[in-house]
């Protein structure tokens, strides 16, 4: 298992896996504090890097046995949903869930559920305008086959989590889904090693209380997809 790094709140960061509440399936995983800003100091932020800690399978066979209590179950739900009762569910707006026909959802029902799922990479975690907001990284695998990257925006309201659409974290959801766990890390640490591309970054990138940045960050991560700079896109985001 991934060593984890216990680290002052101020300056830098790492991820640490802090308390299972129930099994696998179900479990809880928490962050620790990291210091990141979007224009202002970002309220209770943490990070948390799943390394190869939470696969999110098809554990649940109807919407019935699902609370959606964790982000983790939430994603879980969301990867086991095969009727659009149950796809609605996960969305605090329904109107806004996605929409599938009868062979994908069929199609749904019949993966594997040891060599099908939904590999959490890692998970941003906030307030936003008061509300618990996390920004999930995972990696469809089919099959064994490690296939595209994806992410969400999930927000606990009512003490349930749910899929959310935010049009002004959208820039950040791009980010998070797109960057390396190891450089994201770097980034909010402030430190590169013998890195000159990443010292340059964290330069360009630091905010108020010499934190990360976001904001600034999803804009050179904008720029880079715009002008197709392979360069920086290979440096520091995965799929490239």
Known sequence: MKKFILIN????I????LSIVQAQDTAQFIGIPVNVTVKLKVPEANFMDYDTLFKAKRIFTDVSQVSNSTVEELVS???SADNQKWVNFNYY???????????EYKERASKNIDTSFYQLIHRLSFLHDGIPTAIVKYRYIKEGVPQNFGSLIAQNINNRWYVVNIPELEEQ???IQAIK??????????RARRDDILKQLIDQTRGVFFALDITALSEFYSQWVKENNMEMLKHFCDGY
């Not at 790492?14 to 896996?17: E, L």
């Not at 806004?96 to 026909?101: E, G, I, R």
Request: aromatic residues 14%; glycine residues 6%.
């Open 93 to 103: 707006q329904p109107e806004q869930a996605p929409k599938f026909n009868k062979k």
């Open 181 to 190: 766990t190891e450089m994201f890390i770097a980034l909010s640490t402030g």
């Open 14 to 17: 790492g991820a640490t896996f």
């Open 77 to 79: 739900s969301v990867y």
């Open 9 to 12: 709140t101020l300056l830098y």
């Open 173 to 175: 959801r791009k980010l």
